[in-house]
C-alpha cells in the first residue's frame, strides 16, 4: 500500500491591476456576454478582424463584433488553446500554419465556449477584412465552409511602395459602397445611414486622441506605463467592439487621467505583481507576445527592471500615434486609409523606420524582437530589421521566438537566458559609452 | 537522366537544353541576351503571375526567380530567416546577395504570400539600385471595382517599365506581346493535353523542365522548344507503364526537387496535370489582342485564370471545384498534395480542398517538401503504395 503525501494549496497570489485594467475587463466581459446572449436577444453576428476592423460601419448595422483573434488570445490567457490546437491539427490541419486559425476552428470542433463559458454564437456574417495579412483570407474560407453563412471580401491592397494612392483608395471605397455595405444591409436588414456612421466616426476620434496620450506617456522617464504588455490591455477596447462608442471614450479618459495621475507622483507601470519598481531599461518591442504564459513572459522583464516604452504590435489594429484620425468629414474614405495604414500593411522599410523612430523618441535603450512562429506577417524579415535597426540606432537588439497561442513553442528557460544576456548588453553598451564621454 | 535514356533523339537533345538551363544557377542565357545590346534589360519576377507581356513590350525580358533548388548551398540567406520560415526566400536572398542576379534590373514580387510580400520590401533595402515592385493584383473580380484597381495598377507598372527603356510603351507593342504570349501559352495548353492523353510519352520531369525552361528563355524560343519538342514527341516510341494517372497540385511556389518529380513516376504514378509554373498559363484563353490591351489583360485576370490558394474563391460551390475538374478533364485518379514546408497559402488551402474531393470520392495522398529534400524514399513508398491501392480499388 503506498502512502499519498498531500500538501496544502497556497492561496492564488492575488494579482495587482489598475483601476482601468478593472474597468477594461468589465468592458470585454460585457461585450463577450452580448455575443453568448445574441440567440436570446436576436442580435445579428459579424465577425471579423483586428486589422481592418470596420467597428463604426458594423454597428451602423446593429451587428455584434466578433473577433476570432481575440477569442484566440482568450483561449490562450486560459490555457485552453493548446488543447485546440491539438483538436485542429488532429482533423488535418498543419503543423506549420497559423495557430490563431487552428485554436478558433479547435475551438468550434470542441464546442466554441467561450471565455465567459458559454457557447460562442454562429456568425451571420463573415466580414472578410483582408489587411495586412494572408492568412486571414484562409481563415475565413475555412469559416465560411464551417458556418455557410454570407461572406464580403474587403480587399485592403498592401503597401508596397510605403504610399497610399488615389488607386488603393478609390478601389476600397468601391468595394465599401458596391459590395460591403449592401451585403450588410442586407444581412442585418437595416438601411444605411452615413450620417450614423459620421457620429461613430466623430466618436472614434476622442478616443483615438486619448489612447496617443497614453501610448506616448512612455516618453517620461520613468514610465508611466508599459507599452507592450500593458499596452495589449490599453488597446483592447479600441481595437475590438468599442471603437466609435461612448464606452470608449469614457474608458480612454479615465486611463488617460490615471496614467498622468502616475506621471505626477513618478510611478512606473503597475505589473501583476505591483509596482514596478526601478526603471533600469526602456525597450522598444517588435512583434506579438506569446499568450499562452503571458504573465511569466512579462515577469522576465520587471523582475529586471525592464518597462516597454514603444511596441509594433499595439499598432496593428491602428497607427494613431503616427498621426492617423478617423475623419468623419470623408467617412468611407476614411475607413479605407484606416485599413491601408496598419502596421503589418506597411512595407519592411516602413516598419523599420517606426522602429528606429520609437527608440530615438522614447530614448529606448534598444529593440527587442519577438519572433512568433507561425506568424509570417510579423515574422518574415525580422532578422532584417534587426540589424538595420541596430545599425540606424546604434542600440543593441535581441531576438526571441515563441509562438502566440501554442504552449508548445514557448520555451521559458530559452526565453529567459537570452533577455538576461540582452540586458548584459545593454549595461556594456552603457558602460561603453560612459567611458568614452 | 532524359537524354541518356533517349539516347541522340531530337527528344533528348530538347530536354538535355532544357536541363542545362535549369542546371544553370548563374542564368548564362539570360546574361548573354541581356549583353547582346547595351539597352537590353532583364525583370526577374517571383510566383505565381505577373503580366509577363509587359516586360516583353518594354523590350526586356522576363526572368522566372524561383529559388535555388537543391543544388545551391545556402550560405547568406539563413541568416534572413528563422528555422520555421519556407525555403524559397532563403535561396532566392542566396542568388542575390551571391552576385547571381547581378544583372538583374528589376524586380516584381507578386502578392502570394506574406512571406514573399515581407520579400520585396527587403529587396528594397539590399538592392537599392534595382527597380523592384511588390505586384498587387485584386481579390474582388467585379470589371468596375477589382479590373479598374488592375488596370491602374497595370499603368503603373508599364510607367515604370517605360522610364526604365527611356521611351513610353506603345499600344501596339503591348498588342504584339499579348500576341506573343498568347501563341506560348496555347503550346503550353497543348503540352498538358498531349501529357494528359498519352503521360507515358511525356514523363513529368520533362515536362517540367520545358515549363522552367521558359521562365529564362526568350517567349519566342521557348514557344519554338515547345512546338520541337511536341512533333518529337509524338512520333518517339516510350515504353507504356502499369502506372496510375494523378493531379499534383500544392507546388506552385517553392519548387519541388526534380527528383521527387522523377520519384512520383518511379512510384508509379503519371503525373497528367499539376500546378508548377502556373504563370506559364495563368491565363487559361487567348487575351484578345485587339482593344484596349490592359484592359484586356485585366479581363483575362478577372475571368480567365487559373483558381489557387493566392485567389479568394467568392463563391462556396466553387471552392476547390478546379482540382475536381482537373481530375475529370484528365481522366486522373487521384490527387497527390505537395505542398512545401511552412508554405501557408497550400498547408490551410490543403483541408478545404481534400474535403471537395471527399465529397467527390477522388482519392488523395499528402505529404510535405522543401526544394532541397534529399531523401526521396519515404515519398516514393507513400506515392507507391498510393498507386497500389488506386489500381486495387480500380480492380474491384
Known amino acids: 500500500m503506498s502512502t499519498v503525501i498531500t500538501t496544502p494549496k497556497a ?32 442580435k445579428k453576428v459579424c465577425n471579423t478582424f483586428v486589422p481592418g476592423n470596420l467597428n463604426e460601419l458594423i454597428m451602423c448595422f446593429d451587428l455584434l463584433n466578433n473577433l476570432p483573434e481575440v477569442n484566440a488570445i482568450q483561449s490562450g490567457l486560459r490555457r485552453q488553446s493548446g488543447a485546440y490546437v491539438l483538436e485542429a491539427e488532429k482533423i488535418g490541419h498543419s503543423e506549420d500554419v497559423c495557430t490563431y486559425v487552428k485554436s478558433d476552428i479547435g475551438m468550434m470542433a470542441k464546442g466554441n465556449i467561450g471565455p465567459n463559458g458559454k457557447r460562442m454564437p454562429d456568425p451571420d456574417v463573415l466580414l472578410l477584412s483582408y489587411t495586412g495579412c494572408f492568412t486571414f483570407m484562409k481563415w475565413f474560407e475555412l469559416l465560411r465552409e464551417q458556418y455557410k453563412c454570407e461572406t464580403i471580401m474587403l480587399h485592403t491592397p498592401y503597401m508596397g511602395d510605403g504610399k497610399i494612392t488615389p488607386n ?15 451585403k450588410l444591409e442586407r444581412v442585418s436588414g437595416v438601411k444605411f445611414d452615413i450620417d450614423r456612421l459620421r457620429e461613430y466616426l466623430k466618436k472614434s476620434v476622442k478616443a483615438e486622441d486619448d489612447l496617443v496620450k497614453v501610448l506616448q506617456s512612455a516618453k517620461t522617464k520613468p514610465s508611466p506605463i508599459d507599452a507592450y504588455f500593458g499596452g495589449i490591455y490599453y488597446i483592447g477596447p479600441m481595437f475590438g467592439a468599442f471603437r466609435g462608442t461612448q464606452d470608449a471614450i469614457d474608458y480612454y479618459s479615465f486611463l488617460r487621467a490615471e496614467v498622468e495621475e502616475r506621471i505626477a507622483k513618478g510611478l512606473g507601470p503597475v505589473t501583476p505583481d505591483g509596482d514596478m519598481g526601478k526603471e533600469k531599461y526602456r525597450l522598444v518591442v517588435e512583434g506579438p507576445p506569446n499568450y499562452t504564459n503571458f504573465r511569466q513572459f512579462w515577469k522576465m522583464f520587471y523582475d529586471e527592471g525592464a518597462v516597454v516604452v514603444a511596441s509594433s504590435y499595439t499598432k496593428v489594429g491602428g497607427v494613431y500615434d503616427l498621426g492617423f484620425r478617423h475623419d468623419p468629414d470623408n467617412p468611407l474614405e476614411t475607413l479605407a486609409e484606416y485599413c491601408l495604414g496598419v502596421y503589418t500593411n506597411r512595407n519592411l522599410p516602413q516598419r523599420i523606420d517606426m522602429l528606429a523612430n520609437y527608440i530615438n523618441e522614447y530614448e529606448a535603450d534598444g529593440l527587442l524582437i519577438n519572433s512568433i512562429k507561425s506568424c509570417n506577417s510579423f515574422s518574415a524579415g525580422q532578422l532584417l530589421i534587426m540589424r538595420e535597426v541596430e545599425k540606424r540606432t546604434g542600440k543593441p537588439a535581441a531576438f526571441v521566438e515563441s509562438d502566440l497561442v501554442d504552449p508548445r513553442y514557448f520555451s521559458a528557460a530559452n526565453i529567459k537566458n537570452r533577455l538576461e544576456s540582452y540586458f548584459q548588453m545593454v549595461e556594456q553598451k552603457r558602460a561603453g559609452a560612459a567611458a568614452a564621454a | 537522366m532524359a537524354a541518356s535514356l533517349n539516347g541522340g533523339s531530337k527528344v533528348a537533345g530538347i530536354v538535355a537544353r532544357a536541363q542545362a538551363l535549369f542546371d544553370d544557377l548563374s542564368f548564362t542565357t539570360a546574361r548573354e541576351w541581356k549583353a547582346a545590346s547595351p539597352e537590353r534589360k532583364v525583370i526577374g519576377y517571383m510566383p505565381i503571375y505577373v503580366p509577363r507581356e509587359l516586360i516583353h513590350a518594354a523590350g526586356m525580358l522576363p526572368l522566372g526567380v524561383v529559388g535555388g533548388g537543391d543544388s545551391l548551398e545556402v550560405i547568406h540567406g539563413d541568416a534572413y530567416y528563422q528555422s520555421y520560415i519556407c525555403r524559397i526566400p532563403r535561396s532566392t536572398i542566396e542568388l542575390g546577395v551571391s552576385g547571381r542576379l547581378d544583372f538583374v534590373d528589376g524586380m516584381l514580387f507578386p502578392s502570394i504570400c506574406d512571406v514573399i510580400r515581407n520579400l520585396s520590401g527587403m529587396w528594397k533595402m539590399m538592392f537599392p539600385h534595382v527597380y523592384v515592385r511588390y505586384f498587387d493584383v485584386p481579390q474582388n473580380y467585379k470589371d468596375e471595382i477589382g479590373g479598374n484597381y488592375y488596370i491602374q495598377e497595370l499603368v503603373e507598372l508599364k510607367e515604370a517599365l517605360a522610364e526604365l527603356r527611356g521611351k513610353p510603351i506603345t499600344d501596339d507593342e503591348l498588342r504584339h506581346s499579348i500576341a506573343v504570349y498568347n501563341e506560348n501559352r496555347r503550346l503550353v495548353r497543348d503540352l498538358y493535353a498531349f501529357r494528359a492523353q498519352k503521360p507515358w510519352q511525356t514523363p513529368a520531369s520533362e515536362i517540367y523542365l ?31 507503364r502499369d502506372n496510375c494517372r494523378v493531379v499534383l497540385t500544392g507546388v506552385f511556389c517553392e519548387q519541388p526537387p526534380l527528383n521527387l518529380i522523377k520519384s512520383l513516376e518511379l512510384a508509379g504514378c503519371y503525373v497528367v496535370d499539376d500546378d508548377l509554373q502556373l504563370v506559364t498559363r495563368w491565363l487559361t484563353s487567348d487575351c484578345p489582342v485587339e482593344g484596349d490591351p490592359l484592359r ?25 471545384q478546379h482540382l475536381v475538374r482537373a481530375v475529370k478533364r484528365t481522366n486522373a485518379e487521384g490527387v497527390i498534395f505537395a505542398c512545401p514546408s511552412f508554405c501557408d497559402p497550400a498547408l490551410l488551402d490543403r483541408p478545404m480542398l481534400q474535403h471537395v474531393l471527399k465529397a467527390a470520392n477522388i482519392p488523395f495522398i499528402a505529404f510535405k517538401y522543401a526544394e532541397n529534400s534529399g531523401q526521396m524514399q519515404p515519398i516514393r513508398e507513400q506515392a507507391g503504395t498510393f498507386a497500389d491501392s488506386i489500381k486495387l480499388w480500380s480492380a474491384a
Do not use: C, W
Not at chain 1, 495587482?16 to 436577444?41: I, N, W, Y
Not at chain 2, 526568350?218 to 507504356?240: C, G, I, N, Q, S
Not at chain 2, 475571368?303 to 466553387?318: F, R
Open chain 2, 210 to 240: 520545358l515549363m522552367r525552361a521558359g521562365l529564362v528563355l526568350p517567349v519566342e524560343e521557348h514557344t519554338v522548344m515547345l512546338r520541337d519538342y511536341l512533333a518529337a514527341v509524338a512520333v518517339e516510341e516510350r515504353p507504356r
Open chain 2, 296 to 320: 484586356n489583360l485585366a479581363l483575362a485576370f478577372l475571368h480567365h485564370s487559373e483558381s489557387t490558394a493566392a485567389k479568394y474563391e467568392p463563391d462556396l460551390a466553387e471552392k476547390g
Open chain 1, 11 to 42: 492561496a492564488p497570489k492575488q494579482v495587482s491591476k489598475d483601476d482601468s485594467m478593472v474597468k477594461q475587463k468589465e468592458m470585454m466581459a460585457g461585450h463577450f456576454d452580448r455575443l453568448t446572449d445574441s440567440p436570446q436577444t436576436g
Open chain 1, 168 to 182: 488603393m483608395i478609390q478601389y476600397m471605397v468601391k468595394q465599401l459602397k458596391e459590395e460591403v455595405i449592401p
